[in-house]
């Protein structure tokens, strides 16, 4: 099986930073990579599919990149209420495999 | 409106069996791929298992392989996790959650709220 990872594991960040976070694929995966936002307490939500198009009313400082095996997730600018755990998932062949998770905190 | 219900959570002892339910609505049911994915507490997202539109396809985790069976009424716009043989290290919150696509090979674009299954002696 196509085993996900995800680095940083958790990261702390100051109001208006960039900030990137990776995943990668332990084979290739072309582009059925996707990100998800999970806020405490709440529901996971799609913030991009494809790996880089933006999911219907997410606001545009989330972006994503990558083909093949190597993925990141940026956001241009980070907002207080960007604070979550972002999971990568890749959705190709037989197993949908989520990564570890990488949480982010605002300094 | 999309919404996904969950039901059927509960607790159970090691070895034994519960069912989950999600009705679905707000959307063609029946042209949509549809999920399990489950958290256990504190801890990340795991897939679970799919099903195709027409459910002639289901894959499953390997973890739950041989234990768990998905399927779904595409009449009655319900999608089911029929768990049995259940262990402790499957205590997590269970989230229906839709495809973007009739396949596997798509990715989850709405979310239920989830229903948590606590297996313990």
């Known amino acids: 099986d196509i085993q996900m990872t995800q680095s940083p594991s958790s990261l702390s960040a100051s109001v208006g930073d960039r900030l990137t976070v990776t995943c990668r694929a332990s084979q290739g995966i072309s582009n059925y990579l996707a990100w998800y936002q999970q806020k405490p307490g709440k529901v996971p939500k799609l913030l991009i599919y494809g790996a880089s198009t933006l999911q219907s009313g997410v606001p545009s400082r989330f972006s994503g990149s990558g083909s093949g095996t190597d993925f990141t997730l940026t956001i241009s600018s980070l907002q207080p209420e960007d604070v979550a755990t972002y999971y990568c998932?890749?959705?190709?062949?037989?197993?949908?495999?989520f990564g570890p998770g990488t949480k982010v905190d605002v300094k | 409106e999309v919404q996904l219900l969950e039901s059927g959570g509960g607790f159970v002892q090691p070895g034994g069996s519960l069912s989950l339910s999600c009705a679905a609505s707000?959307?063609?049911?029946?042209?949509?791929?549809l999920n399990w994915v489950r958290q256990a507490p504190g801890k990340g997202l795991e897939w679970v298992s799919t099903i195709s539109a027409d459910s002639e396809s289901t894959y499953y985790a390997d973890s739950v392989k041989g234990r768990f069976t998905i399927s779904r009424d595409n009449s009655n716009n319900i999608l089911y996790l029929q768990m049995n043989s259940l262990r402790v290290e499957d205590t997590a919150m269970y989230f229906c959650?839709?495809?973007?696509?009739?396949?596997?090979?798509?990715?989850?674009?709405?979310w239920g709220q989830g229903a948590l299954v606590t297996v313990s002696s």
């Open positions: 998932q890749k959705y190709n062949g037989v197993s949908f495999t």
């Open positions: 959650t839709k495809g973007r696509g009739s396949t596997g090979t798509s990715c989850y674009n709405y």
């Open positions: 707000g959307f063609n049911f029946t042209i949509y791929a």
